[in-house]
């Protein structure tokens, strides 16, 4: 009993040195903002006020984001945009997509082959897909706008390399959004050309007869199916943008960690700031996540089902609005888990090196030459060390040259508070709790892989 309560006390005197030397941390902090130009020019850089980032600057990185907003009609910046971007979802989204699927005929003369079923079938997925990301957008442009969402307001915080990073992955943004959509624009555009030279589009309630409109439409189902097709890779992209500011912050703080220099309270105020930003992008984007699983799921499997059910022949012709947005959903949906997935794996990380450092700290404070050759791997002179351990011994060596212990016991406490707060803090982007991480991927893989094969086994008894 005597010992429980012992531990509890220690606990308890740990996290108070740690909230203590973080408090004291954020004063100094503000004590920087509040002196004068003389004063802070001894002030660290990130406190001084000429380093923060201007708005002009801003606007510079946003600078395409904004474009590609206005040419996707996207802009709700004002009440007449925002007007336009309705009517614009509401015609190319729902509109030309129900005038495709009900003013397509299949002539006496063409192939055997029946492609409006397939073409139907593309079509709501597509919609669907679109209609939760409009409304993502709407509600992120409503509640945060454009910076806030990108967590720019608060990037001068951040370190220049974290900032320069951040900016290259800003430019690099639209290159998997041409990456997906240039390749699977040119093959649809190569079926949209067979496909409405083939079939004929025909309106009887205009008019006397019928008017064909095979020109008209295949322009506005390539408009519609861009538009469609952009709405949903540039939530994607958005949020991969997200993920890489965090996973740019981990790698800072893992930097701090093998640095051995850093004050545990400096180390806590920056895990938590990225643990709060990494909760706020799990509750923006959670509903756009689980929305994309479901329709994408059920669409996969309904084609599935249909191409295996139907008796024609599979050609390009029939089928090749189902391959291209098959490929463009998976492509665009991985995007978002694997980024999802890479900040799990690196905030997983960062205790095993916040683990190693305390370690190593701890055992290098006794002042004994035994503790200091644990350290280091013992090598013969026929054994090689490999990389991994080289490294090792590298961090070892610029800890007992770099590192000033001190004998104080509160700092072991205050460096035992922090590695168990990571310890119980090391997760990523969640959904309702649960992780997004490799295991979650192999779980997500094994549950539709189950679902495939219950398919393939239905129409093998069936045939």
């Known amino acids: 009993m005597n010992h429980s309560f012992s531990h509890a006390n220690t606990s308890n005197t740990s996290i108070g040195v740690l909230l203590h030397n973080h408090s004291s941390y954020d004063q100094s ?36 984001f904004r474009m590609s907003l206005k040419w996707c009609a996207l802009d709700h910046s004002t009440p007449l945009g925002r007007y336009i971007s309705y009517l614009t979802f509401l015609g190319l989204a729902i509109l030309i997509p129900l005038m495709t699927s009900f003013s397509v005929k299949i002539p006496s003369s063409a192939p055997s082959e029946d492609p409006l079923s397939f073409n139907k079938l593309v079509q709501v997925p597509g919609s669907g897909l679109a209609l939760i990301s409009f409304l993502t957008l709407c509600r992120f442009f409503k509640e945060y706008g454009l910076r806030q969402l990108l967590f720019l307001d608060a990037l001068s915080e951040d370190s220049p390399d974290v900032q320069r990073g951040y900016k290259s992955e800003l430019d690099k943004a639209f290159r998997y959004l041409s990456y997906i959509l240039l390749p699977s624009f040119i093959v649809e555009f190569a079926h949209k050309v067979l496909f409405f030279s ?27 199916w861009v538009y469609r097709t952009g709405v949903f890779l540039l939530v994607c992209v958005l949020f991969r943008v997200t993920c ?24 806590f105020r920056e895990h938590r700031r990225i643990r709060e930003q990494l909760y706020v992008t799990s509750h923006r984007f959670r509903f756009f996540i689980v929305g994309c699983l479901v329709v994408i799921t059920v669409s996969q499997l309904g084609a599935l089902m249909l191409v295996l059910a139907s008796k024609s022949e599979k050609n390009f012709f029939n089928s090749g609005d189902i391959v291209v947005w098959s490929a463009v959903q998976v492509s665009g949906f991985l995007l978002c888990l694997l980024g999802a997935a890479r900040i799990t794996h690196r905030a997983q990380g960062i205790v095993s090196v916040a683990t190693r450092w305390h370690m190593l ?9 035994d503790g200091k050759n644990d350290d280091v791997p013992e090598m013969n002179g026929s054994a090689t060390p490999n990389s991994n351990e080289r490294d090792h011994s590298e961090s070892d060596s610029r800890l007992h040259n770099v590192i000033t212990i001190s004998q104080d016991p509160s700092a072991f406490q ?40 219950w398919i393939l086994s239905k129409v093998v008894v069936l045939s």
């Open 29 to 64: 902090s503000h004590e920087f903002e509040g002196q004068s130009n003389d004063d802070q020019s001894h002030a660290p850089l990130l406190f001084r006020k000429c380093y923060a980032r201007s708005k002009s600057l801003m606007q510079d990185e946003l600078c395409k």
């Open 198 to 224: 083939t079939v004929v589009v025909s309106f009887p309630v205009i008019g006397v007869g019928v008017v064909p409109m095979n020109s008209i439409m295949f322009l506005l189902g390539l408009v519609s």
């Open 244 to 267: 890489e500011l965090q996973i740019l912050r981990l790698e800072g703080l893992r930097h701090m960690l093998e640095g051995f220099g850093s004050e545990p309270s400096v180390i």
């Open 361 to 369: 700290v701890t055992s290098s404070s006794g002042g004994s030459d």
């Open 414 to 453: 205050t460096r035992q508070a922090l590695v168990t707060y990571l310890q119980h803090n090391n997760g990523g982007i969640t959904v309702f709790g649960f992780v997004l991480d490799r295991g979650l991927l192999h779980t997500l893989f094994a549950f539709e892989f189950s679902l495939v094969l």
